[in-house]
Each structure stands twice: as structure tokens, then as C-alpha cells.
């Protein structure tokens, strides 16, 4: 009954490290999206994407960058790690039309020291 | 712009009803979502209304829509300690497709 799966339930990485989030859905949805969960601040979006190879930068796009090579897989990835990017990461897929429900993978805890 | 806001924090007892409330500004939203997060976990989709509607039922879950208002409310039936989550009300920008989040309302319910 999984949906959407997050490669990594727990990471940690090193200030400077290249790190790569990966998500994949098994829905066939057109729209991706990446955001992070800080208390206090809520979901804050970092991109979406609503087709193969499109990218669109949400609200927090800075220190981040993507890629959606196939349509059931969209990756986050971060060029050099810092600190203030530990945080929860959650992917999310989302159907239209007369299905427009939005699934979420279980989240991707990343620490980075 | 457009904006989704909820109450931070509802409490109640076992068994009463607990209603979840969530204003939205942007008018052209096709659907709204309900979600629930438990701790440390994802965001788990409890329900969707679509805005040609004004309720939706779905066993102890009652959605209502009140489009003139730009309101939104989840009811729980019968709440139970199990129930007690952070829950967040969502739309899509009917501008950009993004969905927008409100800042979630936790729930406790108390035995």
C-alpha cells in the first residue's frame, strides 16, 4: 500500500558534503514536491515539479537543488551541506482531475554536523 | 497572497467531539486536504472535499466548506487517544499548483 517512499529514514552527514534525498512515487502523479519541517515555521516549500524534467522553485529554494529524470522520481539535492539545513525533509506526490489526492512519503530526518 | 491559517492548539476529552477549524484566502481552490501528523512521522492524507461541495462524511470524519466564508472545518467524532496529532488543512494555489499549508493545530486529547 506504500505510495510515495523516501530512500533514507535517518541521515547524517558532514558540513560541505553533497548530500541527495531521494523520493519515489508508484501513483503515476504528474507533481512532486520537496519540503522541510522546522518547529515553529511549519512546511516550508523548497521545489516542485509538475512534469518530467520541469522544476519550479518554491518559497526556500536556496542551498537546494533538484532533478526529476523520470516521472516517478524526483531527487533533493543539497550542493554543500550546512548546519541550518538540518531539518525534516518530506516528499510529497499529487494526482489531478477527479483524483487530486496529494500523498506523503514517511519523511527523511537529516542532521548535519 | 494567498494564505492558509489555523488554531495552534485544541484540547479535549476522550470521547467528545473535537472540531479543527482552517480559513483559506485563495477563493479559486478546486479542493482542500486534511492531513494528520503523528510524531517523527510523514503526513498521513485523512480526507479531501472538493469545493463544489459542502460536506463530506467519512466514518467518524465530517468536513464541512463554507466557500462564502473561505472556511473550513474537520470534526471528529468520538475522539479518541489515538487522535492526538498535529493536523493540517492544505490547498493548491490555483495560481501555481503548489499546495499551501497551514501551520497545523495539535490536538489532545486527554482520557
Known amino acids: 500500500d506504500v505510495k510515495v517512499t523516501q530512500s533514507s529514514r535517518y541521515l547524517v552527514k558532514r558540513t560541505g558534503e553533497k548530500v541527495f534525498l531521494e523520493c519515489v512515487q508508484d501513483m503515476d502523479h504528474e507533481n512532486m514536491f520537496w519540503y522541510r519541517q522546522d518547529p515553529g515555521l511549519g512546511l516550508r516549500l523548497i521545489y516542485f515539479?509538475?512534469?518530467?524534467?520541469?522544476?519550479e522553485k518554491g518559497d526556500i529554494p536556496e542551498g537546494y537543488s533538484v532533478s526529476r529524470e523520470k516521472k516517478e522520481r524526483f531527487s533533493l539535492i543539497l550542493e554543500s551541506a550546512s548546519t541550518n539545513q538540518t531539518s525534516m525533509y518530506l516528499c510529497a506526490s499529487r494526482g489531478g482531475g477527479e483524483t487530486p489526492e496529494a500523498f506523503f512519503g514517511q519523511g527523511t530526518r537529516l542532521t548535519v554536523v | 497572497g494567498e494564505d492558509v491559517e489555523q488554531s495552534l492548539f485544541l484540547s479535549v476529552r476522550e470521547g467528545d467531539s473535537s472540531v479543527i477549524n482552517c480559513t483559506y484566502t485563495?477563493?479559486?481552490?478546486?479542493?482542500l486536504y486534511w492531513y494528520k501528523q503523528e510524531p517523527g512521522a510523514g503526513l498521513q492524507l485523512l480526507t479531501y472535499?472538493?469545493?463544489?461541495?459542502d460536506m463530506k462524511q467519512d466514518q467518524r470524519l465530517t468536513v464541512l466548506l463554507n466557500k462564502k466564508d473561505k472556511h473550513l472545518s474537520l470534526r471528529i467524532a468520538d475522539t479518541q487517544t489515538g487522535d492526538s496529532a498535529i493536523y493540517f488543512c492544505?490547498?493548491?494555489?490555483?495560481?501555481?499548483?503548489?499546495?499551501?499549508f497551514g501551520q497545523g493545530t495539535t490536538l489532545q486529547v486527554k482520557p
Open positions: 472535499i472538493f469545493s463544489n461541495m
Open positions: 485563495d477563493s479559486s481552490s478546486t479542493y
Open positions: 492544505a490547498g493548491p494555489s490555483s495560481n501555481t499548483g503548489k499546495l499551501i
Open positions: 515539479s509538475y512534469d518530467v524534467k520541469m522544476k
